[in-house]
């Protein structure tokens, strides 16, 4: 009995590594991403929809994870990011923070300027 559930906590633990290595590829291979509810033509929450929108403003392209298609993703990127809410934005490798801060960047202008510069560099 305990070494079955010892097999399954390491399984746990194993998911668990395999998919913040997964979350750490998927920021350091693109420039800008966007972790949200949804997609940006079909957000699933008003959050999603406004940080998405701030995006697509910027005129640039820009990489997003739909967490409800990818459950993993949604448990394990709070580890991953320290940071317990979604959306989520980062920007080359890093985070930038959640739908207040992407709307106080995008309505300041500064949100533009870090997209641009992000999508020259890449």
Excluded: H
Aim: hydrophobic share 40%; charged share 25%.
């Amino acid at each position: 009995m305990k070494s079955a559930k010892l097999k399954e906590v390491l399984l746990a633990k194993t998911q668990i590594m395999e998919t913040l290595e997964e979350i750490k590829a998927q920021v350091r291979e693109n420039p800008i991403l966007l972790y949200m509810k949804g997609s940006p033509d079909a957000p699933q929450c008003g959050f999603s929809a406004q940080a998405s929108q701030a995006l697509m403003s910027c005129g640039e392209r820009f990489a997003y994870i739909d967490i409800l298609a990818n459950p993993e993703i949604r448990a394990n990127l709070p580890q991953f990011s320290e940071w317990p809410t979604f959306p989520q934005l980062f920007i080359d490798g890093e985070l930038v923070g959640g739908c207040d801060i992407i709307t106080e960047l995008y309505d300041s202008g500064e949100l533009e300027s870090m997209i641009k510069a992000a999508s020259t560099a890449e």
